[in-house]
Antibody
């Protein structure tokens, strides 16, 4: 059974750094063409792709957020960590991690439940 | 502002057919990149509905079908049901952005 779950703070202050952890099970990030992606969704708005981390650390980030994003993997712990620097109220959103499967053409076939992060002083 | 444009809303009576468009450009759908579709029920995470333009993952109802032509893709719901009331998103890759993009999203209402 494949599962993913996000964890981290639900409230951060403006200018602070957000660190979210995605803990997954049922698959290995050391498999070719398998990645873990981060997607966010501001309240009432559309999904926004943040980036993907792959088995070989070939990470890809959204160009508009690239300077603020870092994604790292801990293969032994089956975890992916997302770091977003200089948080702003506009970054308030539900943050999802999801598995990107090459067998599905790169679609996200399994998603975490999501985690609402609020940026407020 | 997403590079994949969807109608904000579509509606239909139970049993009807509704179609959701996803309009892109020559740097994404028109370049031949695959399109995927997701269904997001209220208060839940998105769920993969269609992958690689036309394929349904295991468990996805066969009343959902996807197509792609030129710079656009479409999701059709044939025989609309009350439980289909949700938000739907398309996704593709954009070469100018060197990354994946989601559509603007469409809310389906069952009348």
């Amino acid at each position: 059974q494949i599962t993913l779950k996000e964890s981290g703070p639900t409230l951060v202050k403006p200018t602070q750094t957000l660190t979210l952890t995605c803990t997954f099970s049922g698959f290995s990030l050391s498999s070719r063409a398998v990645g873990v992606g981060w997607i966010r969704q501001p309240p009432g708005k559309a999904l926004e792709w943040l980036g993907v981390v792959y088995w070989d650390d070939d990470n890809r980030y959204s160009p508009s957020l690239k300077s603020r994003l870092t994604m790292t993997t801990d293969t032994f712990k089956n975890q992916v960590v997302l770091t977003v620097t200089n948080m702003d109220p506009v970054d308030t959103a539900t943050y999802y991690c999801a598995r990107r499967a090459g067998a599905f053409g790169g679609a996200f076939d399994y998603w975490g439940q999501g985690m609402l992060v609020t940026v407020s002083s | 502002q997403s590079v994949l444009t969807q109608p904000p809303s579509v509606s239909g009576a139970p049993g009807q057919r509704v179609t959701i468009s996803c309009t892109g450009s020559s740097s994404n759908i028109g370049a031949g990149y695959d399109v995927h579709w997701y269904q997001q029920l209220p208060g839940t995470a998105p769920k993969l509905l269609i992958y690689i333009n036309t394929n349904r993952p295991s468990g996805a109802p066969d009343r959902f079908s996807g197509s792609k032509s030129g710079t656009s893709a479409s999701l059709a719901i044939i025989g609309l049901q009350a439980e289909d009331e949700a938000d739907y998103y398309c996704q593709s890759y954009d070469s100018s952005l060197s990354g994946s993009v989601f559509g603007t999203g469409t809310k389906v209402t069952v009348l």
